[in-house]
């Protein structure tokens, strides 16, 4: 499996603001994916990072709020734009293969809590 | 569209004790099935799939699930429970979109195991 880390793992932003979450990988993947966890809720998917063109978002999700990046086969960013406390959530990368039947392997996470 | 559903928000059950940890599916075409589990502040850890083959699979930590197509049910199961075993439970399924290979989550079960 593959080994995940994020950065930050935590933090605490105004209003207003925006913040830029870092997904790195140690070996190289096909598949990256943002996710959103709210407290209390289950996982909603934000976005596919494909590498070399633009994110794919999923309904409900915008590339001017949740601008992705995916420079290479081992990182991604996500940044969240305009905060509001209403993007207070966890946010989670995941990697997997291109194959359907691939688990995804999930970094830590990123705890956000917007003021 | 590809949805589970996990109808306990919560199971409790004693040490020692057999768990089950529900999980039903509506998918088209055939289900590629998962269990991950979500520690205190920790990320997704996967546990188990069902792709195709024996209805019972293994997982990691003594877990297995049964896959019964004409109930479309995928609980998770173990025989023996442990205090460690307590955290948050999530059943998905993956399929196939423009974006590559997706996983759809259940809403997350809560399991305590007493002493």
């Known amino acids: 499996s593959a080994v995940i880390s994020q950065k930050p793992s935590r933090d605490i932003c105004q209003r207003g603001t925006s913040l830029t979450i870092q997904c790195q990988v140690d070996?190289?993947?096909?598949?990256m994916f943002w996710y959103r966890q709210q407290p209390g809720q289950s996982l909603t998917l934000i976005a596919t990072a494909n590498q070399g063109s633009e994110a794919t978002y999923e309904s409900g999700f915008v590339i001017d709020k949740f601008p992705i990046s995916r420079p290479n086969l081992t990182f991604s960013t996500l940044t969240v734009s305009n905060m509001s406390p209403e993007d207070s959530s966890i946010y989670l990368c995941?990697?997997?293969?291109?194959?359907?039947?691939?688990?995804?392997?999930f970094g830590p996470g990123t705890r956000l809590t917007v003021l | 569209a590809q949805s589970v559903a996990q109808p306990e928000d919560q199971v409790n059950v004693a040490e020692g004790n057999p768990l089950t940890v529900k999980c039903t599916y509506s998918?088209?075409?055939?289900?590629?099935l998962f269990w991950y589990v979500q520690y205190p502040n920790r990320g997704l850890q996967f546990l188990l799939k069902?792709?195709?083959?024996?209805?019972l699979v293994k997982g990691s930590y003594g877990f297995e699930a049964e896959f019964n197509k004409s109930q479309t049910s995928f609980h998770l199961k173990k025989p023996s429970a442990l205090v460690s075993d307590s955290a948050l439970y999530f059943c998905?399924?993956?399929?196939?979109?423009?974006?590559?290979?997706?996983?759809?989550f259940g809403t997350g079960t809560q399991l305590k195991v007493e002493l």
């Open positions: 070996s190289q993947v096909t598949m």
């Open positions: 998905a399924v993956s399929h196939l979109t423009g974006g590559g290979n997706k996983l759809t």
């Open positions: 069902y792709i195709t083959g024996d209805n």
């Open positions: 998918v088209s075409g055939n289900p590629y």
């Open positions: 995941s990697v997997a293969g291109d194959r359907r039947g691939n688990e995804q392997f």
